[in-house]
């Protein structure tokens, strides 16, 4: 495979250079063999919302917010209005008159929620002057609400009308929202979740919000919040903390902790790593197929299976540094991207039977049906785990040289990156494209009487 460098690609950071993984230039399971550079921004691009099948927008510190034509590279739109950086970004289902059609809603560091037509490139609806800056946003698509967080969290209707909203919360707020059975609401606040819950009248002008129970089980700052199924939801905190929670009752379902230590000689005490290297456990970000959840931990990756219970597959250093974003796909496929500017393929493969068993260092502890906080603190050594596998990487895309921030998949149209180098890159099928090049000139010959 040809493998593209735009710029240098430097470590981030003091994170050391990892020589462990390395695949090379060969990468036959990569079908990402040519990719198109979309430039626009002037500034980090850390968003990326597909829109349709076809389109998708781009937005970060530059304030702007730009819709793309997936296929072709085009750009389509150019939304301006915002004055600083944008914090959050998601799809909207939007009626106009008698039709309705995908929009966009987007929060800024200028405290102002926008509503924009991608068709038209304008901002339909627009609030100012909040009480701080949305974090989050969520769309309600049941109630036909969507909700912001930042210091409060608010509660909005279609025409952008304010129904209800918490009190103030102190410190960093409201970080992560994500939907629960029963018209609730979970909210990710430094180390707590709160469950809220909506009361919506038939008018829906008597709409309320209500905080039903605060959730105290992790040790540190909630970095993830995901909805894993219609049973279960997950979060994940800065000392590696992965809780799955019941989304009926909002118990424990399974506790894991992902413990970090220094190798030792057998016989020897174990040695905890410093607060220097708090980041190498830090949960950065969680995705979910329904089954299992992916965890990127520093710059490792952790796959538990929500059925069983158990991590099912591990790689301690995927990347060469922190893993900001991850997806599963379909047949055992995963996705990530790294501050160290790559994105990577990996598939997951039955463990060899010479392979090293996995270390009680990395999995320390874990508790099931846990209803309240973990009563004891100590370390134990993980047993043997049954029906562990391995991730398998099968492509390394380089083309970035700032840290990859996220990604959307377009499956057959490619995959969409966005990094702090100001640069959007579709990466796409290359045999794909060949055989549409081959078909486009064969009519091209066939209208000119083969001329």
Not at 111 to 122: A, I, K, Q, V
Not at 344 to 358: G, H, I, K, S, V
Not at 384 to 413: C, K, R
Request: charged share 20%; hydrophobic share 40%.
């Amino acid at each position: 495979m040809l493998r593209w460098m735009l710029g240098g690609r430097e470590a981030q950071g003091a994170v050391e250079k990892n020589t462990v993984l390395f695949i090379g230039e060969e990468q036959p399971k990569n079908c990402y063999t040519e990719l198109q550079v979309l430039k626009g921004h002037f500034d980090i691009v850390r968003f990326l919302v597909q829109i349709d099948d076809f389109r998708f927008a781009s937005a970060g510190d530059d304030g702007l917010v730009l819709v793309w034509n997936a296929q072709t590279g085009e750009r389509l739109q150019e939304l301006r209005g915002h004055s600083q950086q944008i914090t959050a970004m998601t799809a909207y289902d939007w009626e106009a008159g008698d039709s309705a059609h995908a929009a966009l809603i987007t929060a800024s560091s200028d405290r102002t929620l926008s509503l924009w037509d991608p068709e038209t490139g304008n901002r339909v609806q627009t609030v100012s002057d909040l009480q701080s800056s949305a974090k989050c946003l969520l769309v309600l698509d049941r109630l036909d609400f969507w909700i912001s967080g930042g210091n409060e969290l608010c509660v909005w209707d279609r025409d952008f009308r304010l129904l209800c909203k918490t009190d103030h919360h102190s410190d960093a707020g409201i970080t992560a929202v994500v939907e629960l059975p029963k018209n609730c609401i979970a909210a990710a606040m430094d180390k707590e979740i709160v469950i809220y819950r909506l009361s919506v009248s038939s008018s829906k002008s008597d709409t309320s919000v209500a905080e039903m129970r605060r959730l105290r089980d992790h040790q540190d700052s909630i970095r993830a919040l995901i909805v894993v199924n219609d049973q279960t939801f997950a979060s994940g905190s800065h000392v590696g903390e992965l809780i799955v929670w019941d989304s009926l009752d909002w118990t424990i379902q399974a506790y894991e902790r992902i413990l970090w230590e220094e190798p030792r000689p057998e016989g020897q005490a174990e040695i905890r790593l410093s607060s220097q290297k708090q980041s190498e456990m830090s949960i950065q970000h969680l995705a979910s197929d329904g089954e299992c959840v992916v965890a990127a931990v520093g710059s490792g990756l952790y796959l538990y299976n929500v059925l069983t219970r158990s991590v099912v597959a591990y790689r301690k250093a995927a990347h060469d540094s922190n893993i900001l974003h991850t997806m599963l796909l379909p047949d055992g496929q995963l996705v990530s991207c790294s501050e160290d500017g790559s994105v990577r393929m990996w598939e997951l493969q039955d463990l060899p039977l010479t392979a090293e068993p996995a270390s009680a260092g990395f999995f320390g502890m874990w508790t099931f049906g846990r209803s309240g906080k973990q009563a004891s603190q100590q370390v134990k050594k993980a047993p043997e785990v049954p029906g562990l596998h391995t991730l398998e990487l099968t492509g390394d895309l380089i083309g970035h040289s700032g840290a990859v921030q996220m990604f959307v998949n377009f499956v057959d149209l490619g995959l969409v990156t966005c990094s702090t180098d100001q640069l959007i890159i579709v990466w796409k099928n290359g045999e794909r494209e060949s055989r549409f090049r081959s078909l486009s000139l064969f009519h091209k010959l066939e209208m000119n009487q083969g001329l």
